[in-house]
């Protein structure tokens, strides 16, 4: 039996349907992210730029270029409650913080590796970045100084502290998941989620669960309080890359190298939608207040198909003609 909310949304999507599309990069994009308030989203390419745009009702419109690293940007995340910073992690060994309001670059760190993973703490007081030799380094925001480091001895894919803040995830190429304290960095669990590379981990903003992306193809759906598997999402056949949460915690968007989007009712599991791709998909995000969701896909050039297109993507407008 289908519940109202599934009925709603399917509706809901049915009569806005529409994807635009915004070519600002001239190479992959690796990342998208709303801010709080959910007036500017931003993007990072292996063009090396960062993007940002203003949303204007149901459109995007280009707001700045940041440059400034010398290598790809992996993953960008914005402050949780300031509306106007964000922060970039790089191949070239920093991580910057950019003022979007005032489009000036706030601080470049400097890092001990080639960085591929970051989160902002829900206090907002610090930053969390993880390179490719699976060194988690924690920043602080005022003095820009090392808090803490920690190496580890496997392979870590993401990173993110619950919506609390007093607990540290990761994710593991063992299909694990370790939780550690904060800020006293204590080993408290590890969970076996997957058989295979658990890759993305994404917390519901209403913080009853978190979910995770697997190399087996799989979503699982897990209770934050219990620490337990509720239900597993598998309508992907390939590796999944990116999870994104829609602002009332209901929904949950999965992307991989499957040529669409799913889009799942999280209490059911059942599909509301799903988006056709043209290729695999790198990175998807909710907006906080409204159901639209940006992503970015492997989009090659239309007239010469070796080069990137760099387009990001909005999904959940309304079915009207331009």
């Not at 960008?76 to 991580?95: E, M, Q």
């Not at 999944?240 to 929904?251: E, I, K, N």
Request: charged share 25%.
């Amino acid at each position: 039996m289908a519940t109202p909310y599934f009925e709603e949304q399917r509706k809901f999507f049915q009569l806005n349907n529409k994807v635009r599309e915004y070519a600002v990069h001239t190479s992959k994009v690796h990342s998208v992210a709303w801010n709080c308030d959910g007036k500017r989203l931003a993007s990072g390419s292996f063009d090396k730029s960062v993007f940002t745009f203003v949303l204007d009702r149901d459109r995007l419109n280009k707001d700045y270029t940041f440059r400034g690293h010398t290598d790809s940007v992996d993953q960008l995340c914005w402050h949780p409650t300031n509306p106007d910073l964000l922060v970039t992690a790089s191949g070239d060994k920093t991580v910057r913080i950019w003022d979007a309001r005032t489009r000036k670059s706030v601080s470049t760190v400097n890092t001990k590796g080639e960085n591929i993973n970051i989160c902002w703490s829900p206090d907002g007081q610090t930053i969390a970045v993880g390179n490719k030799e699976d060194l988690v380094t924690f920043i602080d925001v005022k003095t820009h100084k090392f808090k803490a480091e920690e190496q580890f001895k496997f392979e870590v894919n993401e990173i993110s502290w619950d919506n609390s803040g007093l607990l540290f995830f990761l994710t593991s190429g063992q299909g694990s998941i370790h939780i550690w304290s904060y800020p006293d960095l204590k080993s408290e669990y590890m969970l076996c989620a997957h058989p295979a590379n658990c890759i993305c981990i994404e917390f519901d903003p209403t913080g009853r669960y978190f979910a995770t992306g697997s190399a087996d193809a799989l979503v699982s759906l897990w209770d934050l309080s219990e620490l337990v598997c509720l239900r597993t999402f598998s309508r992907l056949d390939w590796p999944v890359r990116t999870l994104s949460f829609s602002y009332d915690g209901q929904m949950l968007a999965s992307a991989s190298e499957d040529l669409l989007i799913d889009i799942a009712e999280v209490d059911t599991g059942e599909k509301i939608a799903d988006i056709p791709c043209e290729s695999p998909t790198f990175t998807v995000a909710w907006h906080p207040k409204r159901h639209i969701l940006a992503f970015a896909c492997d989009d090659k050039d239309k007239y010469e198909r070796d080069r990137d297109a760099g387009t990001v993507k909005l999904f959940g407008l309304p079915d009207s003609r331009d």
